[in-house]
């Protein structure tokens, strides 16, 4: 018993001092983390387009920001304005694109009773992951009909 009580006691010992020098050899101090830069961009290309009454129509919605938020997701929406009576409809394919990574593509059609003229078509981004939920940021681009 005596000789196992030993055993266990150096062993213990051996712990301690093994123990002792690993913290001795990992000093500790504190790392502070980079702030991220949480400013985000939403851009639509191309940000001008022509198209006759009749015809379709073909946006990309990107959004792009610092290194540091690439992946995020954010949602996107849009809007056309004017809003009249046949005027162009558009379709997005997608909803829930990551920043620096992805683009959502809007469609759209007008029909031969579509109203000529200059339209503004809002493109609004809102942050769903750290560090931007909730922050929106729109782009806009400019759609032409003509007859």
């Known amino acids: 018993m005596v000789a196992t009580t030993m055993i266990l006691a150096s062993r213990l010992l051996m712990l301690l001092l093994v123990s002792g020098l690993v913290l001795a050899a990992s000093p500790t101090h504190t790392v502070s983390a980079a702030k991220c830069n949480s400013d985000f961009q939403v851009t639509i290309s191309p940000s001008s ?25 954010v949602t996107v929406g849009t809007t056309i304005s004017p809003n009249v009576k046949n005027g162009p409809v558009l379709t997005e394919h997608s909803y829930d694109v990551p920043i620096n990574g ?3 593509v809007l469609t759209g ?35 032409v009909v003509t007859k």
């Not at 129509?57 to 990107?62: N, T």
């Open 109 to 143: 059609t007008t029909g031969s009773g579509t109203p000529t003229g200059t339209y503004t078509i809002n493109a609004t981004a809102t942050g769903i992951q750290d560090p931007i939920v909730g922050q929106s940021q729109s782009g806009f681009a400019t759609l």
């Open 49 to 73: 387009e022509t198209i006759s009454r009749g015809s379709n129509l073909l946006f990309y919605i990107i959004p792009t920001g610092h290194q540091c938020l690439t992946g995020i997701h």
């Open 102 to 104: 992805g683009e959502v």
